[in-house]
């Protein structure tokens, strides 16, 4: 069983920036794929990025590209998600994810995780 704990989450003004960190308790991190999503009110839960097994590959999704950073740090079995240029739009709870496997066409999708945190919020005022 793999625990995943996000933190970093916050209110911050539109331009601003924030750090989520996700601590993941599994000795074998840097077998896993991992990733962020996000729920916005009202909303279902969307992709916002992953991060392969060693963190050659990235991916983003268009909302979030250029403005977001994922990485990794298998070291100390936390990914990270570096957030700038923040939006209102941006408010959402956000999850970490984690993978057993990594299949690319399933990292942009909910159905291709296998483990979940509870989530932090971030809330982005105008």
């Known amino acids: 069983q793999v625990q995943l704990v996000e933190s970093g989450g916050g209110l911050v003004q539109a331009g601003g920036s924030l750090r989520l960190s996700c601590a993941a308790s599994v000795r074998t991190f840097s077998l896993y794929t991992m990733g962020w999503f996000r729920r916005a009110p009202g909303k279902e839960r969307e992709f916002v990025a992953a991060?392969?097994?060693?963190?050659?590959?990235?991916y983003y999704a268009d909302s979030v590209e250029g403005r977001f950073t994922i990485s990794r740090d298998n070291a100390k079995n936390t990914v990270y998600l570096e957030m700038n240029s923040l939006k209102p739009e941006d408010t959402a709870v956000y999850y970490c994810?984690?993978?057993?496997?990594?299949?690319?066409?399933?990292?942009?999708?909910?159905?291709?995780?296998?483990?979940w945190g509870q989530g932090t919020q971030v809330t982005v005022t105008s």
């Open positions: 991060i392969s097994w060693s963190g050659g590959s990235t």
């Open positions: 994810a984690a993978a057993r496997r990594q299949v690319p066409t399933l990292v942009k999708q909910l159905r291709g995780y296998d483990y």
